[in-house]
């Protein structure tokens, strides 16, 4: 299949270079094809200029939003024949067959992507072809309020759905992401001079107002909640108990999140993450729980050169297992207790090459299915490019040491709200529930409740029917983790941790 890529010729930007490279390298692609266009109305400069200002006032790299010469798509210059699909992203072409064009909130070009971020929305991908919708997702960020990180995350999750949708094509996939009709135009929003000074002087209040409140206080900081499971759990209330919850204690020089409770060898323990502030490496704890709640502090029982989190443990075959989050080292990584609940050895890499987050693991019509959200690899971005939170994959193997296969519809969903695991998936009336994290507008906002309708190694597809957000019953701004086990029910949200205590003040 030959690809012609529609793009503008004097201002080619990062993004879509990345973007050229992965479709050639999409099998089944024979050729890759440029077509230069001249478009008149570009980003404006006032942009460009506020880009650089928020790179220096964050530190940020600029990265798929990048302008670079036009000699950056001489590779991709080639004598002109006629292609088998043409991918339009300046979007001034007749709708048509064999024809795809990109549309944010139903605006074409990229100038809408824009438009949807200054508006504050999150943004919505449509690919069409002929009026109909080939894929669709909505695009997170890590950085909302920041708009070079916003469309910088956007772009690299542009590539990811456009590449995943012509590898599709290309391999005879049929079926698209989403039914959806295509949604209304947003109203278009452009950034003035005054605008952008309005907009350069709040963020330069921001920055302070950042600045100080980390000096005041150690953030992120976490915790964790528990309650002995007597009756409905979260899933079944939809809502916070009435009975709330109770904190497990930490000595503000820490954090515990992500807890994750297991009976096994005649006891229960909760096992968390431990983020020492000191360090700013978590590492694997574990606490013991007896009839009136944690038995001292969590206990290191796992540690490596990098950043482990999200103490996925489970029993089988009479042994222990977990598998911790371990993003940093491009692994998902299999462990075994040979002294519950340390002695922590690792039996197995499940993926390697890969930035996965919250790995969840479920044994299901049986296959052992690994769901993960995954941070995209984009050139001149060795550590991944786009948000952690809005890309869900999905691996299978037959046993759940593996070896375990990719799905073929990879990332099967896009979207910040109900993408990313938050906990063990539970059966409830013959159906599976999954645990997830809203992070539309932030990292762990809220927590989602999403039934899985689908799964299997053609599809998958999810309804969500819940979401609980924290409130009075657990104070705090966030809510992302919820785990049960052992008559015991745990989440996580945060808190805040004041760099210095005062003697009888909490």
């Not at 709708?95 to 824009?114: E, N, S, T």
Request: aromatic residues 6%; neutral net charge; charged residues 20%.
């Amino acid at each position: 299949m030959h690809v012609r890529v529609r793009l503008d010729g004097a201002e080619p930007r990062r993004w879509q270079i990345a973007l050229l490279q992965r479709i050639a390298d999409i099998p089944g692609i024979r050729a890759v094809s440029i077509d230069a266009a001249q478009v008149p109305d570009g980003w404006p400069d006032t942009v460009e200029l506020l880009f650089r200002l928020e790179a220096l006032i964050h530190g940020l790299p600029r990265l798929g939003s990048e302008r670079l010469p036009p000699i950056a798509l001489d590779p991709w210059r080639r004598p002109d024949a006629k292609p088998d699909l043409v991918l339009d992203l300046c979007g001034d072409l007749p709708a048509g067959p064999a024809l795809w064009q990109l549309a944010y909130d139903g605006r074409r070009g990229d100038d809408a992507l824009l438009a949807s971020l200054l508006a504050g929305v999150v943004p919505r991908l449509t690919l069409i072809e002929a009026g109909n919708i080939v894929a669709e997702g909505r695009l997170g960020t890590d950085r909302p309020g920041i708009l070079l990180a916003s469309v910088d995350d956007a772009l690299a999750r542009t590539v990811t759905l456009v590449a995943a949708t012509m590898r599709r094509r290309a391999v005879g996939i049929r079926g698209s992401l989403s039914a959806a009709p295509v949604p209304p135009s947003e109203p278009e929003r452009s950034l003035s001079g005054a605008e952008l000074g309005t907009r350069a002087a709040r963020m330069l209040a921001g920055a302070v107002v950042h600045r100080l409140y980390h000096l005041c206080y150690r953030a992120p900081h976490w915790r964790c909640g528990w309650r002995r499971l007597d009756g409905p759990d979260l899933i079944d209330l939809g809502r916070h108990p009435e009975t709330g919850w109770n904190a497990l204690p930490d000595d503000g020089h820490r954090f515990y999140a992500d807890p994750f409770p297991l009976t096994h060898a005649g006891g229960t323990h909760v096992f968390v993450e431990e983020f020492p502030h000191a360090t700013g490496k978590a590492i694997i704890s574990a606490v013991r729980f007896g009839p009136d709640g944690p038995e001292g502090p969590p206990v290191p029982v796992l540690e490596e050169p990098y950043h482990l989190s999200y103490p996925f443990v489970f029993a089988r075959d009479g042994e222990a297992w977990m598998v911790p989050e371990s993003s940093a080292s491009g692994t998902v990584d299999l462990y075994r207790a040979t002294r519950y609940p340390g002695g922590w050895v690792k039996e197995a890499t499940l993926l390697s090459g890969v930035v996965a987050s919250d790995a969840t693991l479920i044994e299901h019509a049986g296959r052992w299915w690994i769901f993960a959200t995954v941070r995209d690899a984009v050139p001149n971005a060795p550590a991944g490019s786009g948000s952690y939170h809005d890309a869900l994959c999905l691996w299978s193997a037959p046993d759940f040491r593996g070896p375990y296969t990719p799905h073929p519809a990879n990332p099967v969903l896009i979207d910040p709200a109900t993408a990313r695991p938050a906990g063990r998936i539970v059966e409830r009336g013959g159906r599976l529930i999954r645990p997830v994290q809203d992070c539309a507008q932030g990292y762990g906002r809220a927590l989602g409740l999403a039934r899985i309708d689908r799964l299997d190694p053609e599809g998958f597809a999810q309804t969500l029917i819940g979401r609980i957000e924290a409130g009075p019953a657990w104070s705090g701004s966030r809510l992302h983790t919820l785990n049960t086990g052992g008559g015991i029910e745990c989440i996580d949200g945060s808190a805040r941790a004041a760099r210095i205590r005062i003697p009888g003040r909490a």
